[in-house]
């Protein structure tokens, strides 16, 4: 599949769901959000954080050898160690937001499982739905660190989860475009997936919104 097909592909799909338009994420920006609604967000985020490698590991194994297999493998390999684990970075502005332990709501069960089935699926399903998330990524997570240091006060490694991000997602969303190109057939193998996980991405952020504590006049 031609790249400038994958890329009009997903820039349709995403029109109307792109990450930061969503309110919770502008709010986020304008530092409106109540550093509680942080700490939910972190809870419930981190269970996707915690599935992802094995979505990329899935993934990697039904491949065969070749440049997408080595692709995705090198994907998983920066989630578990470069420059840490991902997990332990997320932790660490979850630590910094105050985030509790939280078992899955709704929107965040729907999300890890839309994943999980992707990977079930085939590596084709599985990887439409993370370039889905990861093309958006970078500016996501630039936005994010910079909220963070504006408005939160939270440096260092509370945010340092998100400018690692705001990095190597650029080249973590150009692998899973190269990978996608190398191994769908076409565009209908790519949309259902990416189309699938868009929207269970703005459902999350909606959660997260209809969440928001509704603030008293005086």
């Known amino acids: 599949m031609l790249r400038t097909d994958l890329d009009n592909l997903l820039d349709d799909i995403l029109s109307s769901r792109r990450l930061l338009a969503h309110p919770f994420y502008r709010r986020w920006e304008a530092g409106t959000l109540e550093l509680s609604e942080l700490a939910s967000y972190a809870a419930q985020y981190r269970h996707f954080e915690a599935a992802l490698p094995d979505v990329l590991e899935y993934a990697a194994a039904a491949l065969p050898e070749g440049r997408a297999r080595t692709l995705v493998e090198a994907n998983l390999r920066d989630e578990r160690a470069v420059p840490a684990p991902h997990l332990d970075l997320f932790d660490a502005f ?16 729907a999300l890890v499982e839309l994943y999980t089935s992707m990977a079930d699926v085939s590596p084709v399903a599985a990887l439409s739905a993370v370039a889905a998330y990861e093309v958006q990524a970078p500016t996501v997570a630039a936005s994010k660190a910079d909220g963070l240091r504006l408005r939160y006060g939270i440096d260092d490694d509370g945010a340092r989860f998100w400018d ?55």
């Open 94 to 109: 979850a630590d910094a937001v105050g985030a509790p332990y939280a078992e899955m709501t709704p929107a965040t069960r």
């Open 164 to 218: 690692v991000h705001a990095g190597v997602d650029e080249l973590h969303g150009e692998w899973m475009l190269e990978a996608l190109g190398l191994i769908a057939d076409g565009p209908d193998d790519v949309a259902g997936p990416a189309t699938s996980a868009a929207e269970a991405w703005w459902a999350f952020l909606d959660e997260r919104e209809a969440a928001a504590p509704v603030l008293s006049g005086c």
